[in-house]
């Protein structure tokens, strides 16, 4: 039962445009969402994160929108950079068993920018 | 250390045989995971410590996954009687109180023949 869903494996990207990366869960209990980059024989690190509280997070390129009643969140990259070229990942905690600090992941979408 | 440091960064073992994955946290950090990714897949959640709490192993595939966190710090995972389908990379993370950045190290990735 795949709880984190990031239906598209792929998308390319002009430099200097934005980059719009999807998500979408099926747990309502879900109570944080956070997105990670990850680049070839390395671990994930962090990017940015929103509360289920919010609907909008930002920090400097990036904003993260949350839309609860959608169970959809969404990550915006602009301007769109090359190094910005990597497999984002989409992450939720919470779920059956609330407090816990699990992350449930998506599969995972390769952005490519295009110079 | 600065950040979260796995060994071996590979692997190659045979069919059969067994195997042990090391992860050494962020200092201080009490929670400590172990994700590991498939060809093509994303971060499928394997096993959680936090603190001296019963650990949770929920999501290890089979009985010949086990991991033990030895003083609160390093922890091991342990694949006995290695299968190809365990062939993965394993993602080690450690998160400490009230930061919601888990920190991952780049992996081990093991290969079995």
């Known amino acids: 039962d795949q709880q984190v869903k990031q239906n598209s494996p792929s998308l390319s990207v002009q430099e200097g445009r934005i980059s719009i990366l999807n998500c979408d869960y099926t747990?309502?209990?879900?109570?944080?969402f956070l997105w990670y980059k990850k680049y070839p024989a390395e671990g994930p690190t962090f990017l940015i994160s929103?509360?289920?509280?919010?609907d909008k997070n930002e920090d400097g390129r990036f904003t993260v929108f949350l839309n609860k009643s959608a169970k959809h969140l969404s990550l915006h990259i602009v301007p769109s950079q090359p190094g910005d070229s990597a497999v984002y990942f989409c992450?939720?905690?919470?779920?059956?068993?609330?407090?816990?600090?699990?992350?449930?992941f998506g599969t995972g979408t390769r952005l490519t920018i295009i110079p | 250390g600065a950040g979260v440091s796995q060994s071996p960064s590979n692997k190659v073992t045979e069919k059969g045989k067994d195997v042990e994955l090391r992860c050494d946290p962020i200092s201080g950090h009490t929670a400590l995971y172990w994700y590991r990714q498939s060809l093509g897949q994303g971060l499928e959640f394997l096993i959680y410590?936090?603190?001296?709490?019963?650990?949770?192993k929920s999501g290890l595939p089979s009985d010949r996954f086990s991991a033990e966190r030895t003083g609160g710090s390093v922890s091991t995972l342990t694949i006995q009687r290695t299968q190809q389908e365990d062939s993965a990379v394993y993602l080690c993370?450690?998160?400490?109180?009230?930061?919601?950045?888990?920190?991952f190290g780049s992996g081990t990735r093991l290969t079995v023949v």
């Open positions: 747990n309502s209990m879900f109570d944080y």
């Open positions: 929103i509360s289920s509280i919010k």
């Open positions: 410590f936090q603190g001296n709490s019963a650990p949770d």
């Open positions: 992450a939720a905690k919470g779920g059956s068993n609330f407090g816990n600090e699990k992350l449930t």
């Open positions: 993370a450690s998160k400490g109180p009230g930061n919601y950045g888990y920190t």
